[in-house]
DNA sequence: TCGTTTTCGGAATATTATAACCCCTGGGGA
DNA sequence: TCCCCAGGGGTTATAATATTCCGAAAACGA
């Protein structure tokens, strides 16, 4: 993400919190900023690390920043890896699918209405009433692949 | 899972194992045995409680054993839950989809061809060549929303 | 039988996440 | 003004999950 972007996310995210009458107080701002510079999926304890580059930290003010962010919508954990990404369209609540490069570490989020509607199918085939769907698929990308078949 | 099923399953495993030339020992069938006999996903370290019930025994006991099984295809991982649980039809690999109750535990695990087929669509589009998709969708059961509508 | 590979025991350690306690600050009344 | 309260956050400790490493034992192949 570059810093135009950047700006850009952080500026969202304030304004979503204004509008939502929730704070957006310096230590999540930092922790969203080191999320989203972050070209790949972050874990807590990275990012503890660089917090403690500028001041005192222990996990719990990750942590805490960590479920505001997520309360929020603006970030994204990814139970495979435990590690965080910054949502790329935190406006509306959403259920995304992430594509994870087990190369080079790469991330994407998808919105796919397809996968969305079979697994409303699914669940309502099941009685089930989902909460919080978890769509992680491990693999390889299409510039890896290509990498690889080049060498 | 009843006796007659767990020995069915376990009689399952012990085949396979010979068929695919891999040993099927003590320590695995006991972990397997293990989690096939708790009704819900059951983690690495309740898994090694009650190994030590008979014997000695370490994390990396268990983790080993673990490991095999996932390999074989007789488990699966619940990422969400850091939790393990038996295959319903460890014949064949195979990519399934998990509902999880997070009211009573339980786990209902599918194969669904239409999420399967939006999936590879979906790889498809985006060149990525998966190699494990986890669908884990959390929220509450047939079962748990009637008695919650009753009440 | 001998040498190789696989499995296993066990200690230590790494990694991820939470609990508990206290203090501070800012805002809304009495 | 003072009190009180709720949210945010600092700090220590600990829980929960997972891996590394070393070496012995067992199984396997020839
Ligand atoms: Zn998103
Ligand atoms: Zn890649
Ligand atoms: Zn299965
Ligand atoms: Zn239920």
Redo the contacts between chains.
Sequence with gaps: MNEETLQQALRTADNLCTQRGVRFTAQRRRVLELICRAERPIGAYEILDQLRAGAKAAPPTVYRALDFLLEQGFVHKL??LHAFIGCTHPEHPHAS?F?I??DCGRV?E?E?E??A???R???DA?????????????????HC?HRHTQS
Excluded: M
């Design positions: 139970e495979t699918q594509l490069c087990s994407k998808l796919d397809a996968i509607g079979s697994l199918a699914l669940e099941n009685g089930f009433r989902p909460k919080r769907p978890v769509i992680e698929v491990i693999g390889t990308c299409a692949t």
